[in-house]
């Protein structure tokens, strides 16, 4: 199945995920990842706020700061690229692009990403020997990945179901380390794509 076609799918799934599931699949997953060490450890997180059938990021972000750590959020710039910017609590976002919410704060630029501990990013789908993710298709998360070490863990969020055996790579997808999903956190991408 071709990007476009696996997107439409997906999306279409999650649109038909009852409200109170979507909810609680997104306590979940922000339960799971907040009794992690490399998270609870992680000084500066870059998240993202969610938005529609996305599993929902509003409570990790909040328990994030207030546990003390510094998040940084994206600001989709025109060409795709992201900024970054601190969250500092529920009234410091604004909308922006699209309607997404983001941070009101000073723009910390493209490279902020290389400062993150931990990165947590969103997916429609990623494949689970791969690590590839499959985005909204803007090429947003490629770019900033790429910016990314090595040993910094990345983290993308599925609903269940979404971790695939097979998924559409091209060679500008960058991969993530781990799948979060309600039934729990998934190490993936054992096998490198293909450079
Ligand atoms: N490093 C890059 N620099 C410029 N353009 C890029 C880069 N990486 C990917 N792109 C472009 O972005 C477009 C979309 O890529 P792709 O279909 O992989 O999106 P996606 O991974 O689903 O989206 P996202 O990364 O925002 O979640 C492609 O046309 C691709 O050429
Ligand atoms: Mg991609």
């Known amino acids: 199945m071709d990007k476009v076609k696996l997107r439409s799918t997906i999306a ?10 979507r909810h609680a699949a997104s306590v979940e997953i922000r339960e799971s990842l907040l009794d992690r060490p490399w998270v609870q450890m992680a000084g500066l997180v870059a998240c993202y706020w969610s938005a529609g059938t996305e599993p929902a990021t509003h409570g990790l972000v909040f328990a994030l700061w207030k546990h003390g750590a510094t998040v940084i959020l994206p600001v989709l710039r025109p060409d795709d690229d992201l900024d970054w910017a601190v969250y500092d609590g529920p009234d410091t976002l604004a909308p922006g692009r699209f309607g997404i919410m983001e941070p009101v704060d000073t ?12 990165v947590i990013v969103p997916a429609l ?66 096998r490198r794509p293909a450079e």
């Not at 630029?109 to 290389?114: E, S, Y």
């Not at 090429?139 to 790429?146: E, I, K, N, Q, V």
């Open 12 to 21: 279409a799934a999650r649109a038909a995920i009852p409200e109170e599931d």
């Open 107 to 118: 723009r910390r630029g493209v490279d902020a990403i290389r400062t993150a501990a931990l």
């Open 125 to 190: 789908a990623v494949g689970r020997s791969t690590g590839v993710r499959l985005g909204r298709g803007g090429g947003s998360y490629d770019r900033t990945l790429a910016r990314v070490g090595p040993n910094v863990p990345t983290v993308a969020l599925l609903h269940e179901g979404e971790l695939l055996d097979d998924i559409p790579a091209e060679p500008h997808d960058r991969p993530v380390r781990y799948a979060a999903l309600p039934s729990g956190i998934v190490q993936v991408g054992t």
